[in-house]
């Protein structure tokens, strides 16, 4: 198994390295095990993205939780398995709401098995990770169910938008932690909580995965018009041709409405009929020359330098690094 990047490091670490390594594998086999259906339908629904791969950062982090506490044990596999269902659970409501056709390289499922299968295979998929949970004590459970309201409420927000005289970015803040920080810092807590640690080391590590997991999708936002889809892998713009709001998006659409001219033409541009690919290429274009875009990956480092520094009280260790270089990586990659 390659370790996403950021991660380097535990790899090269002659003893947290196979720890880790064997840690991930368990929670695979463990993946394979959870997603098998007597029903045909659901068994090749749910595993559908599972066997389209994924860089199991939310696992991952879980493991690395636990080794900055008491060490990894066989509940923190089981956490470690349930933040990834829950992940998957939230990517199949997520195509069908946004009406993606690609995930993970591979066709949504609900083009393949239309939207009300892809959603209930999501419900399905949350119902086993709720089931999973359910046998790991109180506090993972409040902490699933937790996590479950906060991905829902962030969806929620986006769908409905900003109230009136709410700020546009305040409000997309608001919907990230939810649908994005939300899962992560949950990995964390579950990881420190059920390998013994601290009630303060645990609210360190949960801040952490807080402030990492908004830097990521801050990070996600800019590359969506910045990337080389050659490198990526992925379509730049692909937000903008949804008309999903994205950082770089609010901030060129606030410096519009302030005056700013340039930024007015490319509003002007990103409003147009996308459809083609030529329209689409040139909004992207003007979006990534214009500043809004740089400020939106200053924006982006300052959450990733925020969480690198809440852990700071920390005892130094490989883990404290790695947590560190992985907070740097998520906003310096090309996808």
Known sequence: MTLPAGFELIARDEELGPKILQGLGEVEERLDRAM??????????????LEAGGKRVRPLLALLAAEASGGINDDVL?????T??????????????????KRRGTDAAHTIWGNSVAILTGDLIFSRASLIVSELGARPLAIQARTFERLVLGQLHETSGPGTDEDLLAHYIKVIEGKTGSLIAAACEYGSHLAGASEETVQILIRYGELVGV????????????????????????????????????????AALDGDEAAQRVVELMDADLASDEALDRAVR?????????????????WA????????????STVKRALESFAHAVVHRDA
């Open 215 to 254: 830097a990521f999708q801050l990070a996600d936002d800019v590359i969506d018009v910045t990337a080389d889809d050659a490198v990526s892998g992925k379509t730049p713009g692909t937000d903008l041709r949804e008309g999903v709001p994205t950082l770089p998006t609010i901030l060129v659409r606030q």
């Open 286 to 302: 003007a979006l990534a020359a214009h500043p809004a875009t740089s400020t939106a990956w200053n924006i982006a480092y300052r």
């Open 84 to 101: 990834e269902l829950t992940h998957l659970a939230t990517l199949y409501h997520d195509d069908v709401m946004d009406d993606a056709t």
């Open 78 to 82: 089981q956490a470690g398995v349930v």
């Open 305 to 316: 330098d925020d969480a690198i520094e809440a852990i700071s009280p920390l005892p130094d």
């Open 36 to 49: 098998r259906y007597t029903d045909a339908l659901a068994d090749v629904a749910a595993r559908h993205l």
